[in-house]
């Protein structure tokens, strides 16, 4: 049996820059994150909702206050985040 280098969802459009931005900025409202990456919400939405499925990401819903949402690394979602820019720096390295 052949194993997957890197999961099907992280493969998925904005998945490393979801990661990315929470390693540089660190917990966010869910809409100031999506603001930072892009203009489709739907998607957006998908990629944090399979990457806390995959325990990357939590997603605390603030119970006072109607669709706000704050997304933040897991211990894991970290440890991916900082993989994900070590090799980003080896393969741009010439």
Same mark, same amino acid.
Do not use: W
């Given at each position: 049996?052949? %194993? ?19 390693? %540089? ?70």
């Amino acid at each position: 049996m052949s %194993k997957r280098l890197i999961s099907h969802e992280l493969q998925n459009e904005f998945s490393f820059e979801v990661l990315i931005s929470l390693l %540089k900025n660190g917990e966010q409202n869910k809409q100031v994150l999506y603001a930072g990456i892009s203009p489709s919400t739907t998607t957006l939405g998908r990629r944090v909702n399979e990457l806390e499925e995959l325990g990357l990401v939590k997603v605390d819903k603030q119970p006072l206050k109607y669709n706000v949402h704050f997304v933040s690394l897991t211990d894991k979602g970290r440890e991916v985040a900082e993989k994900i820019l070590e090799i980003e720096k080896i393969l741009s390295q010439q």
